[in-house]
Nanobody, 119 residues
């Protein structure tokens, strides 16, 4: 079992910055990748950024503005968001992909944290 808890969301003006955190606990040894997704009102949930053991990937819409990272113990994942735009407004979710012999691939999700960017 894996538990994810997001924090750091809030209200910020366009051009500002926020730093989201995802605290990971439980059977972290099984985690393959950790990513950030977001879901805006009336839209599908979309991938924002993902970090593996030695690589990162970003959606085209956030490249150059967002940075995903993890600490040395790999128990916390961060999303640094700079130059925020109103279109970044969404609920941001932390996602962990685990792989095990008995379960195969499985996705864990946090409860989400609201990010609102005002114009």
């Amino acid at each position: 079992q894996v538990q994810l808890v997001e924090s750091g969301g809030g209200l910020v003006q366009a051009g500002g910055s926020l730093r989201l955190s995802c605290a990971v606990s439980g059977s972290t040894f099984s985690i393959k990748d950790i990513g950030w997704y977001r879901q805006a009102p009336g839209k599908q949930r979309e991938l924002v950024a993902v970090i593996g053991s030695g690589s990162t990937n970003y959606a085209d819409s956030v490249k150059g503005r967002f940075t995903i990272s993890r600490n040395n113990a790999q128990n916390t994942v961060y999303l640094q968001m700079n130059s925020l735009k109103p279109e970044d407004t969404a609920v941001y979710y932390c996602n962990a992909v685990s792989v095990s012999l008995i379960r195969g691939r499985y996705d864990y999700w946090g409860q989400g944290t609201q990010v609102t960017v005002s114009s």
